[in-house]
Each structure stands twice: as C-alpha cells, then as structure tokens.
C-alpha cells in the first residue's frame, strides 16, 4: 500500500509540473503528502483520529508499578515477577519469543484485575482496543466435539492480528474450563522462531488466567500461617514449580499434558495467593472511593464481616477474594449516600 501510494506521488508530480504554473504544482504536491500521511496505516496524523499500533513495546515501568500498586492489593508476589518479567521483555529490543505468562489462583484474588491493567498500558484504550482480544473458554470454545474447529479459527485470528499489530495482547481467561488441546493451537507462535509463515510473533503478549492450581496455592499459604510466617515471605520459587506440575497433570486445567509446558514456553507460572481480610478492606474502601463515597471503617468492617473466610473456625482467608464486594456494597448504598451527603 505504501509503494502503491509513494508511486503515485512520484509519477503525478513530475506530470503536473509541465501542465500547470509552479503555485498549482506546489498545491497538489502539498496535497499528495498530506493524502500520504492519511492513507499510512501508522502516519502521525492518522493516529490522532483512530487508534493506532503501539509498535513501541517498551512499556512506562514507573507508571505500571504505581496502577499495580494502588489498585491490585495483597498480591505482592504476582506484582513483583510480573513487573520484573514484563520489564525485561519491553527493554529488549529483539526478544527471542513473545511474553507468555500463566495467572493461577481462586477467583477473586486479582487475575482478571492484573490483566487488564497490563493491557492498559501496552494500548490505553485496554479491553476496548482493537489490539487486545479477550477469550472466554466457555463463550468461545464451548463445545467438546469442535476442537479442531477451535484450533483452525484460534490459529487465524491470532496470524491475522499479530501482522495488523506486532504488540498485540491475547488473553485467554478460563483456562480451567478450556477443553484439552485447544490451546495447544497457539504453541507455534510462542515458540523461539524469528517467524511463521512470514509473520514474526516475539512482541506479542500472552496471558492465561485459570483457577486451576488455586487449592496448592492456597495450601501453601495456610502451611505459611500454620508455621508464623509471614505471606509477604513466600517466593516464587515455593510456588511455581508445584503449579507446573500440578496443571500439567490435572486434567481439568485446559492445559493437561499441553506441548507449551513440555516445550516449557510459559515464561512464569504467576500464584494468586488467597485474600486476607485485611485486603478485602482494601477493596471496599477502594471500591466506596471509585463510586465518589467518603470511606466509611464502620461500613468497611461490615461488608468484610459478611463475606465468608476459610478455613472455617479460623477465617483467615476470603474464599471469593474480593469479588462479591461490589455487591455486598450495594446492599449498604443508602447509608454509605446518606453518610456521604452528610459530610458535605
């Protein structure tokens, strides 16, 4: 397309040179370049008006420290692999495969939240972007009996985007839920090849969230609170290799006997821990601020109250994370409102 426009510009100028005076010539010449910076996919003045690809992969650490720092609460050990990994892979300016990063643990713990806000930052539109495709495995990959189907289109789509946008981000969520084998469509694109099919994948970010895993992660945790450790001392090393192995051999991970373990192409296997209350606190009070509420400690200690904590004697940790916050909130709207009016 670009040659396409460049030679039209190269021949039509000359042309009208003999054919009209110098101030015409000047005109049309100013307009074949402004018409060049229209039609050029990433030109300047296009991207003021739609969005472009953000062909530059090297990310704001600072600014992607400060989101994960003010809205992913007690999570300290994803944030730090994930901000150390992310890092690397955006200041290298010719990286050998595409970022690949598995999130494990029980629903409400931050997977989602994480994802999002890396997204955000690779193209700020986020899920909104034309760049960042979001799967479902129960929306997009429901049925058993159509898992070559599943590959070919998966396959597809992702060769498609990627040469529309080198940096695009996928992220597939459910992965406990996806059938065996369906994933291992996209191995081919994760792996250390410099191209397929003419197409290089290596700025590419892929991220898997699954809850599989979660019960390891979560015992690992009770056996550090058992012993008087502390949550903020358990390292990745404690974790990941038992999450490899445990989803490589459960057969409801999505990722059962998956050629991207064997060829060990998951660049981190990223453990959500289990929230305390002391997080979920953190969530509603972040959750009262986002709704433009004065934050209310009697109204953040009942919603905490009243969400369920196991093991069950002790409630030490949340069972849904902070997922049924914003729904536990909505139960006390007219207090929290009428505290809010009140304070002017």
Known sequence: MKLLQAAVIFVLVPTLAQAFDPLTVSVVAGGAVMAWHLLSSDSWLKCRFQECCNRNSTLNFTALKAQLDNRLFGQ???????????????NNPSPKKPLMLSLHGWAGTGKNFLSQILAEQVHPAGLRSKFVHLFLATLHFPHHDQVKLYKEQLQNWIRGNVSACPSSVFIFDEMDKMHPG???????????????DGVSYRKAIFIFLSNAGGDLI??????????????????????????????????????????????????????FLPLEQRHV???????????????????VQEVADEMTYFPKEER????????????KLDIHEDVVMGDTKARG
């Open 218 to 271: 979560n015992k690992a945790a009770l056996d550090f609170w058992a012993s008087g450790k502390r949550r903020e001392d358990i390292q990745l090393k404690d974790l990941e290799p038992l999450l490899s192995v445990g989803v490589f051999n459960n057969k409801n991970s999505g990722l059962w006997h998956s050629s991207i373990i064997d060829r060990n192409l998951i660049d981190y296997f990223v453990p």
């Open 76 to 90: 300290h050990l994803a944030k730090d692999v994930v901000l150390k990994a992310v890092l690397g892979f955006s």
């Open 182 to 196: 369906v994933i291992d469509a996209i191995k081919p694109f994760l792996d250390y090849y410099e191209e397929v």
């Open 316 to 327: 030490i940790f949340s069972d849904k994370g902070c997922k049924t916050v914003q729904a």
């Open 281 to 299: 606190k953190m969530c509603v009070r972040a959750e009262m601020a986002a709704r433009g509420y004065a934050v209310d400690e009697k109204i």
